[in-house]
C-alpha cells in the first residue's frame, strides 16, 4: 500500500533589511474628528443640529415656499440632517463596539457623502443669503417678510456646513494617505 508521507520543506528566514532604507510601515493614529472617534461623534451631532435648526427655523416661516432658493435651503439641510444623523449612529456603534471605520470603501463613502452634502448646504446657504440681503437690503420689504427668520436659518445652514468640512477633509486626508 502506497500511502503519502508527509514532506517537510524547510523556510528560510526573511532577509534582514536596513531600518534606516526602508523604516518599518506605521499605521496612522486614530485622530478625533475622523469616523468612528468621539470627535467625529460630536462634529456628526453638530451638523445634524445645526441643520434641524436651519430647517426647523425656515419651515416656522409661513412664506418660504414662494422663494425657490429657500425650498432649496429647506432640501439640502433635510439631506445634511438624514446624512450626518445615519453617520452619527454609525459612529456610536462604532465606539460601543469599539471597531474601526477606516475600511477603504467606507471611507470612499463618507468622503463621497460628506462631499455632496457640503456642496449643496452650502450653495443652498449662499443662494438663501443672497435672497435675504435682497429682500432686506435691496427692496427693503422685511416688515412684510420674515427676514429674522430667513436671516437665522441662513446663519444655521453656514454653521452646519461649517461643521461639515472637517469631517470631509479628515476622511479626505485618510483616504489620500492610504
Same mark, same amino acid.
Not at 508521507?5 to 532577509?15: D, F, G, L, Q, S
Given at each position: 500500500?502506497?500511502?503519502? &508521507?508527509?514532506?517537510?520543506? /524547510?523556510?528560510?528566514?526573511?532577509?534582514?533589511?536596513?531600518?534606516?532604507? =526602508?523604516?518599518?510601515?506605521?499605521?496612522?493614529?486614530?485622530i478625533q474628528g475622523m469616523p468612528g472617534t468621539s470627535g467625529g461623534l460630536a462634529?456628526?451631532?453638530? %451638523?445634524?443640529?445645526?441643520? !434641524?435648526?436651519?430647517?426647523?427655523?425656515?419651515?416656522?416661516?409661513?412664506? #418660504?415656499?414662494?422663494?425657490?432658493? #429657500?425650498?432649496?435651503?429647506?432640501? !439640502?439641510?433635510?439631506? %445634511?440632517?438624514?446624512? *450626518?444623523? *445615519?453617520?452619527?449612529?454609525?459612529?456610536?456603534?462604532?465606539?460601543?463596539?469599539?471597531?474601526?471605520?477606516? =475600511?477603504?470603501?467606507?471611507? &470612499?463613502?463618507?468622503?463621497? $457623502?460628506?462631499?455632496?452634502?457640503? @456642496?449643496?448646504?452650502?450653495?443652498?446657504?449662499?443662494? *438663501?443669503? $443672497?435672497?435675504?440681503?435682497?429682500? $432686506? =437690503?435691496?427692496?427693503?420689504?422685511?416688515?412684510? =417678510?420674515?427676514? @429674522?427668520?430667513?436671516?437665522? !436659518? @441662513? !446663519?444655521?445652514? #453656514?454653521?452646519?456646513?461649517?461643521?461639515?468640512? /472637517?469631517? #470631509?477633509?479628515?476622511?479626505?486626508?485618510?483616504?489620500?494617505?492610504?
Amino acid at each position: 500500500m502506497f500511502v503519502s &508521507r508527509p514532506a517537510v520543506h /524547510p523556510v528560510e528566514a526573511p532577509p534582514l533589511t536596513d531600518a534606516a532604507e =526602508n523604516p518599518p510601515r506605521v499605521r496612522m493614529k486614530e485622530i478625533q474628528g475622523m469616523p468612528g472617534t468621539s470627535g467625529g461623534l460630536a462634529l456628526r451631532l453638530s %451638523q445634524f443640529v445645526f441643520a !434641524a435648526a436651519a430647517l426647523g427655523v425656515m419651515v416656522s416661516a409661513s412664506d #418660504f415656499a414662494s422663494v425657490t432658493a #429657500f425650498c432649496y435651503l429647506v432640501a !439640502a439641510t433635510i439631506l %445634511q440632517g438624514l446624512w *450626518s444623523i *445615519s453617520l452619527a449612529f454609525l459612529d456610536i456603534y462604532a465606539l460601543l463596539v469599539k471597531r474601526c471605520l477606516r =475600511n477603504p470603501r467606507a471611507l &470612499r463613502l463618507f468622503t463621497l $457623502g460628506d462631499g455632496i452634502t457640503a @456642496t449643496l448646504t452650502f450653495a443652498a446657504a449662499c443662494a *438663501s443669503s $443672497g435672497i435675504t440681503v435682497l429682500i $432686506g =437690503n435691496d427692496l427693503k420689504i422685511c416688515s412684510q =417678510n420674515h427676514c @429674522t427668520s430667513f436671516e437665522t !436659518a @441662513t !446663519a444655521m445652514a #453656514f454653521i452646519s456646513w461649517f461643521a461639515v468640512c /472637517p469631517s #470631509f477633509l479628515m476622511n479626505f486626508w485618510s483616504l489620500a494617505c492610504r
